[in-house]
């Protein structure tokens, strides 16, 4: 007999391979832990991060409320749902029926129950708990509508149904929406845990003679059933208010059968819901539940009856037939409404009677807009500046430039203005040259708005490296530019006292090959002279350099998130923020000035707008600007002005508009976050202007509200619309035209103001043909200073519009355009300037309410096919009524259609009578050095090579005829392959473009071109 080897007794076999393995299982959970911890620290280094950010910038409160919101309303939803799903589940649980009796249904319930059991207790925890995961999640989204209503204020208006006040759907409504809706999913999910878990125990089952239920469970679902129809009780009570901000009618608001049938009907399905939720009560008492079953039943017919059905009777056969009639109250209401909410009750209408005649001399009483007019295009000079003032790789500018004003020797003057940002595809590769080198760009550019050099190009009034002219130099203002709009993701900036400067600052000068050197000095990040600190960032950025590279030093700080509406963004993330952020050098320092927006969704009666759509004209959809988001408002105002310093990025929120009521509620919640609008310097004043997105929602509502009176409302027979940008090419494109900023004049006003201005045409149906006639003109009023530190100017933010809707013989943009197009002198200029494959581009359209009339204003760009090449200013376009004007300068374009002389002062008075500029002759190409004067084009010969005649006019249209059919006839040629006959149509087309340009010079302050 064998033996096995000696064991204790009691030992099992194999017990040191168990033990083995029970030693080994530790490495699992071990290694579970250790990932869980990772996980955590990563999420605790990001948390941290914020926390330092927001720190630095003295926004930690933002952070702070925000976070705690979150948390306790996570929390809050966590409890409740967690705790209402277990109860139902131990409740159902515990009261089971103990014997249940036999059957097929219930074996199969008992196997489910044996495979259930092992793990009960676990999925009793586990599924309240994840559904109060879910419950959380979605509750803490909704940290701002239960701030706002804790912390609301007063708008100090009603609503023209209930007479409750404006907050009550703006702060409260949106509250007991989320609060009501949540704790009906409490209760649904509560009730379907609890029915189930009756059901796979016995306390609900089918039997031959119905559906039974046990006592417990007819109590449970009783109590759950009562709670659900209070609840939503509650909720038809609260559908009442609802119906005043409803979108479902021709009219946002409550209109005739929401007052008279759907507002009954919900409160009488709120009574009803209650009524029943009584019967389900008393039905857990008497254990019947014939009460309760048919109160639901008629419950629902009644919501499908007096919900549904009623309501459509109603509209169909009372509204209807008599539309106007019923709801014409509604729709003065809708008006009233949607004009305060969109800040359009204020405006200024004054009607407009404009002549169609220039008259010499009738632009005399307009000095201040015609020297203003602006000429360079901030559009399509972006490629002048990068090519003149770039000077290095390094940098570039913004495809869109600003515009703004200066006080210039004296006098405020329109400029166009960008910075110089950091170019980071320029830079060397590598982490020491993107990260810590190359830090930030250099300086402020800025040309005049309504004049050019005489070659085209743009007149700087600020330029070069270093920077220097008419506003400022290094030494009245801080020209580095860390914070902007296409800054690195991160630089990491700073260095002990005595250390040698290292970040790459600007060239010594614009010929110089050599760097000069600079460190940042301030605080404009978080600090990173820790180990902790840069292993934090080093997670963030995933970057080991960062946390390994010698570069990094003591005193280092990290600069990121630079782009100034992502900045402003984070610490006001109660504000929608325009889309259009510019700078300016205010009180020594660049600063970037960011429009920011209150809105609800939910003022009454007023009319919603999506402002995606809203803000979408031209230049958005080139990818030029950028719109404000995809979201539904009945409700905007500018409440807050902010800055951005470029060179530190600190942060400054000011409250602009201190009456609005939701602007008053987020400083309840920060309260140290926003300042007063007198704390602003009467520099940063005087850059203030009237927000464009804003406005453009403005004009959108406008077209149509501009009428008060419900009747003409109504039928939409004075409804208008914005046209369609005239510039853009092809027919197939149609987008409306953007505003522009103008410094400007009305016929009302005693002198110019810096406005934001728009025409309007008739309404243009889906599908039809836009009649394109002026029919209103909208300037809104945007100097805010009046050269006092916190004061505001009075007239700052007033619409003014001007009314020409009677009068169909005002051209409108469209028809401008058009006759532009049209006339035969302009065509054939157009066509010489296109030679030698130089592209024409039409500059910004301007409308101008001047000489008693509508003038229009479009510089002509031409643009050679060289890589270096850029825009440069050739020709103006002038019209007045059916005058066309087409000349080197505005000055001369504006005599040319006022009968010689316009009487206008204009910005490029001073370049009439300069060398012209062979029109055939491509722009300059390259880089030119700062300050050198571009090479005046060879003069053509001054006597004609066919002789003259004492009509220039007339000379000038044959030699542009004769120049025409030379071009034709020597493309013809070419074609053939005769290059005898091209050259003689060369030698043709020289000796016209010498007459024309003779004939030119002789016409100065003759009649108009398009005569």
Known sequence: MTSGPDRPFGSRPNQTNSTSAKRRSPLIPTLVVLAVLVIAFVYVSQVYADVLWYNQLGFLEVFVTENVSRIGLFAAAFLIMGISVYFSLRLAYRSRPIYAPDSAVQDNLNRYQAQLEPIRRLLMLGIPVVLAAFAGTAAASQWQPVLLFFNQEPFGETDPEFGLDIAFYVFTMPFLTFLIGFLISVVIISAIAGVLTHYLYGGIRLEEKGLFTSK??????????????????????????????????????????DVNAVIPTKAILAAAAIIVAVLFIVSAVIGRWRLPIIGTAMLIITAILA????????????????????????????????????GLDEVEVSPYNPTDIPETGALNEDGETTAN????????????????????????????????????????????IAVRELNTAGVPEGWINEHVLYTHGYGIVAAAGSSTEPDGRPSFIQSGIPSTGALGDESTYEPRIYFGESSPLYSVVGAPEGANSIEID????????????????????????????????????????????????????????RDPVDRVEKVAPYLTLDGNSYPAIVDGR????????????????????????????????????????????????????????????????????????????????????????????????????????????????????????????????????????????????SVPQPPYYLSLQMPDQEGASFSLTTPFIPFVPAGQEARNVLYGFLAADGDAGTGEAGVKADTYGTLRLLDSSGQDSAVGPGQAANLFNSDTTVSQELNLLRQGASEVISGNLLTLPIGGGVAYVQPVYVQSSGDSSFPVLRRVLVSFGEEVGFAPTLAEALDQVF??????????????????????????????????????????PTEPATGGTDDPAADLRAALEDANTAILDGQEALADGDFAAYGEAQDRLGDALARALDAEERQSGAAPAGE
């Open 506 to 561: 600007r060239p010594q000068s614009e010929e110089s090959d050599q760097q000069s050197r600079s460190t940042f000095q301030g605080s404009g990040g978080p600090d990173v002279g820790n180990i902790f600190n840069r292993l934090v960032y080093a997670l963030k950025f995933q970057s080991t350099d960062l946390l390994l590279s010698d570069q990094v030093n003591s005193e280092s700080q990290i600069f990121y998130d």
């Open 899 to 940: 009968g010689g002389d316009s009487g206008a002062v204009t910005g490029d008075s001073d370049n009439v009578g300069e060398t012209p500029v062979d029109p055939a002759a491509p722009p300059v190409e390259g880089e030119p050095t700062e300050g050198e004067p571009t090479e005046a084009p060879t003069e053509a």
């Open 216 to 257: 417990a469970a007819r109590i449970h679902i009783a109590v759950l059933a009562a709670l659900f129809l209070l609840l939503q009780g509650v909720n038809y009570w609260l559908d009442r208010y609802a119906t005043l901000t409803g979108t479902g009618g021709r009219w946002d608001g409550a209109l005739y059968t």
């Open 590 to 733: 660049v600063k970037w000035i960011i429009d920011g927006y209150t809105t609800t969704s939910d003022y009454p009666y007023s009319t919603q707008q999506e402002l995606a759509s809203a803000t979408q004209d031209s230049l958005t959809a080139e990818g030029l600007a950028t719109p404000l988001p995809a979201e539904q408002v009945n409700y905007i105002r500018n409440a807050v002005k902010a800055t951005v310093d470029a060179y530190d990025g600190s942060v400054d929120l000011y409250a602009w508009d201190e009456e609005d009521p939701i602007l008053k509620a987020w400083q309840n919640i920060y309260p140290t976050s926003l300042q007063p609008f007198s704390e602003m310097s009467a520099d940063l004043m005087s850059h203030v202007r009237y927000p464009e997105d804003l406005f453009k929602v403005q004009r959108e509502l406008l077209a149509r509200y501009h009428v008060t009176e419900t009747e003409p409302f109504y039928s939409n027979n004075e409804a208008w619309s914005v046209p369609n940008d005239p510039t853009l090419e092809g027919d197939d494109i």
């Open 307 to 342: 919900g549904g059905v009623y309501p459509w009777v109603i509209q169909r056969f009372q509204v209807v037939p008599s539309e106007f009639s019923r709801e014409e109250p509604f729709i003065e209401r809708n008006i009233d409404q949607t004009r305060a909410a969109y």
């Open 373 to 416: 007019i602006r000429l360079l295009d901030p559009n399509l000079v972006s490629d002048a500046f990068s090519q003149l003032q770039q000077f290095r790789q390094y940098y570039q500018f913004p495809e869109t430039l600003n515009v703004d004003r200066y006080e210039i020797d004296g006098e405020i003057e329109d400029t166009v």
